[in-house]
């Protein structure tokens, strides 16, 4: 359990080790968000028929460096009625949970065979993956709830409107679909038998078929992806900085190099999701090796995926509209989360099913029942609050028959 | 313990990059504050009103429905872990477990406490499902171009060589007599 480069205590070599990857992993993310930022614009610009940003650098490459530089040299404003220390503390909140995030993804090493993705460096195994602490998904969540905070202290400390009404929505929404979250991971630690990201990589080493988006059976890894959108706030459920309704949201008051920690914590922050769903659904850096040294070609897989689901966010957002506010809510309450632990519940019972001897179809049937049943009753439950709501509704004191038609014709 | 410690190098690194940058931005940025920069953003306006301190209720709600499905999600983890050990004692333990909290849930979608949106105000009108109203009768069509240069086109307009554009919004909004010849008539 754990990465082997401490199994032998530490001396200097460990720390090195430690300290390089650390580093890796750091320019890693870095990199990739200046890329991202490029790439996101470049590709929405081709659905748009545009150009996109093409001045700075071949291709425009060098256009998120250009714009951080500026964002340095801008005057930082803080309004009067700020709470001056929490403002400050915000994008530090925002940035490092981005960061810390990524240092439980495994970019690379070999899994199939009898490898089981260390690597020999300086006389020390490791794994490829700045930390593999035995609770991983756990800290997925934990860092997860903590950017939740980033969010909601930048809106409420700035002192102003349009900032607070985008922290509340942020708030809210993200801790819905937390919960759904949540929940599809779950699956994933039911058939991988552990919380470690290096563990549940390992499980999935062999061919597609091994790979937890077949073994979960699609759905956890459906309500992740959705779950994981509106985690990050990227449209569809960017409600957050519906810039026709509140202006920014929730860094409407922040300039300067600040705003550029908020701007730069959200791109870590897609990457991020989109490497952990690579690791959790998609085996990670697992993949065919034809030719050629396998570590080289772990790294390609590792980056196609990760590639992969980057352009899936970007082409969301270029073609979905905007989710309305109680659109989001129900979906992530009424729709994903009974999903999700009822999905949770049918694959436990036919693994224990399987260890037990129990007939498969029988327990599929009397899952599906249940099924039925809950699915009734939520559906029961939706029909009563509507009805309660119209009833609540209806008895407007001037609307009468002949004045409401008098108002159309 | 020694797994953590790549998490405290990464933590540091973060929080150095966050600090290095802030700290280079107030070097080499310029600070001329006036008390218009300073007031809260309101899109131009002078703010009239303080933020509100209430909020709807039912986003506490939403905290609250939340606490619960977070408490049943790190109950779950643990039995995820090692629910081989526990068999089908395990199993049914989290099923009955999950029923209880869904039928809570149930209650409280039945009780509206996750019903968001506006109140439904207005009821359908009977007068709106009138047979004749239809997208050709309700819509009033303005002639094309060439209907406009070759037969409907005021003379005068013409004459005095106006631009297509001047001859189109004529026949649009003022000369009602000839255009409507080949408009549908509105109901």
Redesign the interface.
Known sequence: M??PV?NGG?DLGVLGI??V???I??TFV?VGVIFMIWFERKIIADMQSRVGPDRAGKWGLLQTLADGIK???????????SDRLVYRLA??LS??P???TF?IVPIGGVFRGDDDGTLRVLGNDTFLQ?????VG???LLAMSAVAVYGIMLAGWS?????P?LGS?RA??SM??Y??AL??SV?AV??LS???STHEIVSSQAGSVLDWNIVRTGFVPFVVFLIAATAELNRPPFDLVEAEQEI?GGFH??YS???F??FFLAEFMNTITMSAIMVTLFLGGPDGPAPIGPPLLWSFFWFTIKLLAFLFLFVWLRAALPRF???QL??LG??QL??LS?GW??LL??I??GR??GWNVVVVVLVGFGIAVV?AG??L???R??DR???A???P?PNESAEL??AG?? | M??????V???V???G??LL??A???L??????T?A???????GIV?TRD??ER?PVT?YL??M??IV??IE?IF??P???I??EL??F??VE??VF?VAV??A???L????A????P?????R????LDGNRTSSSTIRRIPSRTQVEGEAAPPAAREEGASREAVAAGAAVGSTSEASTSTEVPV
Request: without cysteine; glycine residues 8%; negative net charge.
């Open positions: 754990g990465d401490f530490l430690v300290a990857k650390a580093l992993g750091f870095m964002l340095i040299f801008k005057e930082d404003l803080s309004p009067d009625r994008p530090y940035v490092a981005a960061f810390l240092t700045v930390a593999d602490p035995p998904v756990l800290f700035s002192g102003s409107k349009y607070l509340v708030s809210a801790v819905s937390e919960a949540g929940l779950v630690v039911l038998g552990s919380l202006v409407t008051e300067s190099i600040r550029g920690m309305r506010y109680d809510m129900d309450w009424k989360i009974p632990l949770l519940l436990g019972a693994q224990i260890d037990e809950a009753g939520l029961g439950a939706i009563v609050a309660r709501r119209d609540f509704a209806e407007l409401t038609d159309v014709r | 020694d797994d953590y410690l790549p998490l190098v990464m933590f690194l973060a929080v990059f966050v940058s802030i280079s931005s107030k080499l940025a310029p600070s001329r504050p008390s920069k300073d007031a809260p953003y309101e899109s703010p933020n509100p909020f986003f939403v905290a429905i939340f499905f977070d999600i779950l983890y039995w995820a872990v629910y081989r068999g089908a395990g199993l989290m099923l999950s869904f039928v849930f149930v209650y979608i039945s009780n509206g996750l019903d968001w949106g109140l439904r105000r207005s009821r009108l009977d007068g709106t």
